[in-house]
Structure formats: structure tokens, C-alpha cells
């Protein structure tokens, strides 16, 4: 899901910044001791356009402390490469970390931008070879780019695929072997039809290319998996209850609204009062 918009939002966000990292996090600022729920993940857990993303709603249903390090369109590379952020998981009593696509990371075939990770930077020498018959400057995102491929060779496109598999299992377990305390994985699974009419790309829904044996590899380096996959009730609110300008409805319009945001939230907080005792 990659989306920009310009102007000034209609919601205010309270960016904030965390010891030496360069990413800004959704605000307002927490403090990073004592007993603490770090939330890793994408936009979904970052909260467009909501008022109250899931992390926000889950300490309000558990009571403990909950800190949003979601950031808009990230992929396991920005956490992985992020010092700041790996400390403050490994302080934190439980991390959450959203199963996020396996696009927005660099690989043997291109690389991304390394705090904007839809961003597409640069194809290897490899994937110029493969696919000799494509310009690669003309793409600055990386589903762009991805869905160009899918129409030029399906049977190449593949090719691409499966390193991105790969490269997603290597990283995430990269990752949780950084972070010493307890994980949850939560695959937030979108149900809704990929052929809808607004979809606007053929590759699939988010998050894009994960699939039940990737994460399974996964299992033994984490506490649970959460795997939830909110009502089509839930999607059909639209925007109802979404903050966006103008300009932002069209990618508000792509985006979990508040209920997806409380379904998501009441499907994780059992498992954290579980997990941190008071």
C-alpha cells in the first residue's frame, strides 16, 4: 500500500522523535521505561487517518503502556537497521511486530530507500539483466514498479517474487533474534476482494507476498501469533470516522478505519494482559 499526499493533514499526528533514531513516530512522545508494549509495524499501525490506532486502543483495553513506532509504507528493513528501535524492544516487556509486506525491502534484484522503504532506489545489475526490456528510472515506488513487471513477465515476475519471500524471512528472522524478550507476530490478513474495483494493482492485498509457510519459519523465534482478519462489516464503514483533507481521501479511502482499528485492537489485548503482568 503505497500512497502520498501534500499539504497539511487534517490530523495532527504530534510527531515525535526517539534517541538517535532519524524516523519520526506518531506522538505523543512515551517513555521507553518500566513495564512498556512496543508496536512495530506499517501504516496500519502507525494509524492513518485515525484518531485512535490499534496500539492506542489496546492500552486503553489492557491498561499497559503502549508505544507507537509504526511508520508509514515500512518493511522489516527500517527495524532491522535501526539501532534506537532495536534497544527500545529489547527493553520492552512484550514486542508487537505487524507482518508487514515483503515488497518494500532491499534485495538481490533492487534496493529502497532505508527510512522510506516503498520508496524504490535503484535496480541491481541482476535485475537489468532479466529484464533488459524495462526502464528502470522511470519508477520511484517499489508496488509501481512490481506491478510493471507482473505485466511485462509473468513467468520473470516470478523470479522476483521469490527472492522477495526469501529476503523476508531472512530479515525478520534477523530481526527477532536482535530483540531478546518476548514477540508476537500479528498478521493483520486483509480479506477483502483483491479484483475489487478500487484496487490499483493486480498483485494482491497487504501484506503483499506473505504467506502461512514464511511466517511458520518464523514460529519458533516468537512468543504467538496473532492472525486477524477483520469483518467485512468492519471495511464496509469506509471513512466513516477517518480525519483527512481533500486531498487525502482517495488514500484515506484505501485505508483501515476506525472499527478495523477496534477489531484489530480487541483480537491483541487479551494476549498483552497475558503477557505484562502489572
Not at 506518531?26 to 485515525?50: H, I
Not at 535503484?122 to 515506488?141: C, G, Y
Not at 534477523?174 to 480479506?191: E, N, Q
Request: glycine share 6%.
Amino acid at each position: 500500500m503505497t500512497f502520498e499526499t501534500t499539504g497539511q493533514s487534517a490530523l495532527d499526528y504530534l510527531h515525535c522523535r526517539y534517541g538517535k533514531s532519524r524516523l519520526l513516530f506518531r506522538g505523543p512522545r512515551r517513555k521507553l521505561d518500566g513495564k512498556y508494549v512496543a508496536f512495530f509495524g506499517g501504516t496500519e499501525t502507525y494509524g492513518k487517518f485515525v484518531e485512535l490506532p490499534f496500539p492506542t486502543l489496546v492500552e486503553e483495553q489492557t491498561g499497559r503502556r503502549c508505544v507507537n513506532f509504526g511508520c508509514l509504507n515500512a518493511g522489516a528493513d527500517l527495524y532491522v537497521n535501526d539501532p534506537t528501535l532495536i534497544d527500545a524492544a529489547s527493553r520492552a516487556a512484550v514486542t508487537v511486530v505487524q507482518v508487514m509486506g515483503a515488497q518494500n525491502m532491499s534485495n538481490r534484484f533492487y534496493a529502497v530507500h532505508p527510512r522510506r522503504n516503498d520508496r524504490f532506489l535503484r535496480a541491481s545489475s541482476l535485475m537489468k539483466t532479466v529484464f533488459r526490456e524495462v526502464d528502470f528510472t522511470e519508477f520511484n515506488f517499489t508496488r509501481h514498479m512490481l506491478s510493471t513487471l507482473h505485466r511485462v513477465s509473468e513467468e520473470k515476475y516470478l523470479m522476483v517474487v521469490e527472492e522477495l519471500k526469501s529476503a523476508w524471512v531472512a530479515r525478520m528472522q534477523t530481526m527477532l533474534a536482535k530483540i531478546p524478550g518476548a514477540v508476537v507476530l500479528l498478521w493483520v490478513r486483509d480479506g477483502r476482494d483483491p479484483c475489487r474495483d478500487d484496487a490499483h494493482d493486480s498483485l494482491g492485498n497487504d501484506p503483499l507476498y506473505v504467506d502461512d509457510e514464511m511466517v511458520d519459519l518464523l514460529r519458533p523465534q516468537l512468543a504467538g501469533v496473532l492472525e486477524v482478519i477483520p469483518s467485512a462489516e468492519a471495511w464496509g464503514e469506509g471513512t466513516r470516522g477517518m480525519v483527512f483533507n481533500e486531498v487525502e481521501a482517495p488514500a484515506a479511502a484505501e485505508m483501515p478505519g476506525p472499527r478495523v482499528h477496534m477489531e484489530i485492537a480487541q483480537a491483541v489485548a487479551p494476549r498483552i494482559t497475558e503477557l505484562v503482568r502489572p
